[in-house]
């Protein structure tokens, strides 16, 4: 099987990650000792209230991946999902009534109260 790692490159970022989201996903892989060759994947998937869900978390580059570094911080993301994530901000937020990511797509047509679920 031949490692994955060596067929992607990386290129400009199509999402924005915020200082504050940079400084929790920091938090995060040292917290749960995430090894470094792990990335940030960011992609959807078919499901949610409003037809697409995001997809946040780490794992090793796969087959079909780009690769982009934001904010020191390697970004996975599979080819097919730039469609619908590009130009996308990711934010943390922690307020009183809300914590946790926070997904700002200009290309959503609509997105569910929960704000982890679109249509495009």
Known sequence: M???QNKVQATS??????PGAVEQL?????QE??????????GVKGGGCSGFSYVLGFDLPKEGDDVFEVSGIKVLMNR???IYLLGMEIDFVNGL???????????ASSTCG???SFSA
Do not use: M, W
């Open 97 to 107: 009534d809300n914590r946790g990511f926070k997904f700002n797509n200009p290309n």
């Open 114 to 116: 929960c704000g982890t």
């Open 13 to 18: 970022s199509p999402i924005i990650l915020t």
């Open 26 to 30: 920091r938090l995060i892989r040292q």
């Open 80 to 82: 097919a999902h730039a």
């Open 2 to 4: 031949e490692n994955t």
């Open 33 to 42: 000792n995430i090894p470094e060759e792990y990335g940030l994947r960011v």
